[in-house]
């Protein structure tokens, strides 16, 4: 990382802050009006539309359900973590969010345990590997406050929406191995792969992957019916699986066992990732995400996501405090964390890929305006944060405009 550029970027920001969130009034602490939690690409873009966690269920940018739930029992008693069912289930108490440049991280506290959950997009702009990698990392930490020891179990799940355009199309799901990694995977049956074009679309070809390390207590499944696996958990009974299962209710699930949690804080985490196979359709050729130009699979990127995690912990806690730290000299506090905001839904809009010899193109994607991508009036604002974050970034996008320009030209 290049301080220098990180210093100047931080002014910048403030321009692109303006353009993208709303400002909060004087006094009044922020309250981000969508709290991003897997922002990735356009496609792979979940975020919670409320001021705590389990207020609401997730949703795609679209606003379209991409439902996604956590539950923790703590010495037998259920609380939600994240989502708003099951109904009956309380919720955990929320003590804050914050959100920071490559982290989204939740407090919860009640029951004599302090729990913590982070997502984490690895958007490090000097490496354009890791920021082109459609994968969030969740980490769940967890400590007793009383002085007394606790047991303690997290739950996640994934529904099927997060696969398809419309709830009613048929999936499919699988069980995977990646080394010391345990997985399942989801995919629509049908894999219309680039087909459909236009606004209000969600992805429906690719395949989801949630892993977690198989090294670490707890189980990976499949679930005929999401409800029924979350109140068998919520009851501390074995869980229902129902392998392959294709319903629009199904759900993939991981839990992950804490044992004993006393004063010294226990972590447990997973993956989400996302292959789309083909990203983008540019001069009638369907081009391979950037992370795929080498030949890598899947299976390539979860392996190299979980072998990274212990370094992007460090690297993106690194990067976050160095960036919120210039752009809190710059312009205070609230300044910092709007630019925060937009730092995280910048990336999140474009898509990078590889063209034919290699190079990275980035195709970035209006909100709902004739389903148009690549359009000079959105990486026009967006320009300082690649320009001043990394050369590299700012040709992706502004090769991609200078090569069609001069294609129109021709044409002429």
């Not at 967890?142 to 047991?151: L, N």
């Not at 199309?169 to 894999?191: H, K, T």
């Not at 405090?321 to 300044?335: F, I, N, S, T, V």
């Not at 994607?365 to 974050?389: R, W």
Request: aromatic residues 10%.
């Amino acid at each position: 990382m290049i301080a220098l550029s990180i210093r100047i970027a931080a002014k910048s920001l403030a321009l692109l802050a303006g353009l993208f969130i709303t400002f909060s009034l004087p006094g009044q602490s922020l309250r981000p009006p969508a709290v991003p939690l897997v922002a990735c690409d356009p496609y792979f873009s979940i975020w919670s539309p409320a001021d705590k966690l389990t207020d609401a269920e997730t949703v795609h940018w679209t606003g379209k359900p991409h439902r996604l739930a956590s539950l923790v029992r703590i010495d037998g008693k259920a609380y939600r973590l994240m989502g708003r069912s099951p109904d009956a289930v309380p919720a955990l108490p929320q003590r804050s969010v914050t959100v920071l440049p490559t982290r989204t991280i939740y407090a919860f506290e009640g029951e004599g345990v302090r729990l913590t959950l982070t997502f984490l997009t690895a958007a490090l702009p000097e490496d354009i590997d890791l920021l082109s990698r459609p994968v969030t990392y969740l980490t769940w930490d967890a400590e007793a406050t009383d002085g007394k020891s606790h047991v303690v179990a997290v739950y996640f799940d994934a529904a099927t929406e997060l696969v398809v355009n419309e709830p009613h199309q048929p999936v499919v799901w699988e069980r995977r191995e990646f080394g010391p990694l345990a997985a399942v995977s989801c995919g629509s049956v049908e894999q219309p792969v680039l087909v459909k074009k236009g606004d209000d679309l969600r992805i429906d070809w690719g395949f989801l992957y949630i892993a977690a390390d198989k090294r670490i207590p707890g189980r990976q499944g499949i679930g005929a019916n999401r409800a029924t696996v979350q109140a068998a958990f919520c009851a501390g009974e074995a869980l229902p699986e129902a392998p392959g299962t294709g319903g629009n209710e199904s759900a993939g699930f991981v839990v992950l066992d804490f044992g004993r949690v006393g004063r010294n804080p226990v972590s447990r985490w997973l993956l989400l990732a996302y292959d789309d196979l083909y990203s983008i359709q540019y001069m009638k050729k369907n081009l391979r995400p950037y992370w795929r130009r080498n030949g890598w699979e899947a299976a390539d990127l979860v392996r190299a996501a979980a072998k990274d995690y212990p370094s992007l912990q460090k690297q993106c806690a690194r990067f976050d405090q160095e960036l919120m730290a210039d752009l809190e000299k710059a312009g205070g506090r609230p300044y910092a964390e709007l630019a925060a905001l937009a730092y995280r839904q910048c990336f999140a809009a474009g898509k990078f890929v590889a063209d034919a010899n290699g190079q990275p193109l980035q195709f970035c994607k209006e909100n709902h305006s004739n389903g148009c991508i690549g359009t000079s009036d959105v990486f026009y604002p967006m320009a300082p944060q690649f320009l001043l974050l990394g050369p590299t970034l700012a040709k992706s996008f502004s090769s991609m405009s200078l090569s069609s320009a001069a294609l129109l030209s021709q044409r002429r």
